[in-house]
């Protein structure tokens, strides 16, 4: 069985393993993002996992705000006490680099 083929059932695992039909969607929706911002393949599923339970969790930060740190590879909870936004957010290491191929040669 081929790397990738593994990968493919690790998150598809993932994804039935959460509660609603909202965060199994969710969970995809983040494994997409962690793959496209080249997060290691066998780290994708913790970004998708860790992004849904951030989400399900009360931060103080809206939906949209949430979405705006998955996207650029930083959780919600994390923001909160680092002082993260919209200007300052390039000076923190975000999980995509964290989880990136190059961390773990």
Known sequence: ???AVMNMKKILKGCL???TFFDKLRYLKYAYI???NGIIPF???RF???CVYDYNLDTGFS???KDWFYQRGYYSFKAGFCGLN???YKS???EFDFYAPRTYI
Do not use: P, T, W
Request: neutral net charge; without cysteine.
């Open 1 to 3: 069985m081929s790397y």
């Open 63 to 65: 939906a949209e705000e």
């Open 43 to 45: 780290r994708i599923d």
């Open 17 to 19: 393993k959460q509660k």
């Open 48 to 50: 998708a996992e860790n």
């Open 92 to 94: 923190f290491i975000s």
């Open 34 to 36: 962690g793959y496209k």
């Open 86 to 88: 919209r200007e300052n």
